[in-house]
């Protein structure tokens, strides 16, 4: 099969071609896995932050890919789950060990034998791969293959950040940085939370107008202070500025969640500008959000079918991966960036 690996991590500032295409052969199910023909898969932020080392994959070469829709082609010995040709989605969450207390209580993804699609094992960037059959998941037919591709991350994974909130309809809600995840989430929320009033900081007047569009009751800059204090705030921007900001912004009580899989080092020193009084005091909670569970993958893709969320979805050949991260990298984007396979 053909796959784009990583074989080295590296600064994509400094080498702009870090996967390399590869022929290998095609990989063999498990008794309990099954074998997907990929058709298309999604191009996340988590790539580069794996390809530059803030969550360096544990072992080279690895083919990269979370968000991955494909069908099924062959049951390892003991998968019964899904017939040859049914269509599955894969997520960030490739497996857990299943036993332990964080399994056993819903919070697989926890798990201190987690293992990340893409990071850990192969993932998408290629004609097949492998799977549990208990962690593959059925998709709507309201999605195409390639629409469906990039609900499988970032839309689970905003789905999971929005109900570790807490938020009760009508409390107000603060997006800061408005991505892919942000702007799935302020869909969610005008339909599941109607009478909550969004308030989005974004870096570019470009994203902030694109807020507005989806209606969000106010936008700004990711410095400005709010114009109404807030319930709670979903974090997802890489850096610690927005932090500090954002915590002035809630109101006794509130809580952050920040929805970031690294925080970069370069603004640390922000954190310097922490007031208690200001920032902390008055029982504000800071809480991050890790990984998804299956049940936030399924649930979100009922919810997205049943709204519907479609993302507008920018598609590159399997071939040109390296031009997808280095447009995402620089922030050149138009939709979400998917390879079709
Ligand atoms: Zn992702
Ligand atoms: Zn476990």
Known sequence: MKAMILSQMCSMQENKKPLKLVTLPDPVPLKKEILVK?????????ELDEIEGRTPPPVLPIIPGHQVIGRVAKAGG??????????VGIAWIHSSCGICTQCASGNENLCARFRATGRDVNG???????????????????????????????????????????IQDGQNLGLTGFGASAHLVLKMVRYQYPATKVFVFARSAEEQQFARELGAAWAGDTETSAPEQLACIIDTTPAWRPVVTALNNLKPGGRLVINAIRKEEADKQALLQLDYPAHLWMEKEIKSVANVSRRDVREFLQLAAEIPIKPEVQEYPLEEANTALVELKERKIRGAKVLRI
């Open 38 to 46: 990929v058709s298309a898969c999604g191009v996340c932020h988590t």
């Open 78 to 87: 003991r998968a019964s789950k899904f017939k040859i040709g049914d269509r």
């Open 124 to 166: 998408g960037y290629a004609e097949y791969m492998t799977v549990p059959e208990d962690f593959a998941h059925p998709v709507p037919d309201t999605f195409s293959d390639m629409v469906a591709a990039p609900l499988m991350c970032a839309g689970a994974i905003g789905y999971r950040s929005l109900h570790l909130t807490g």
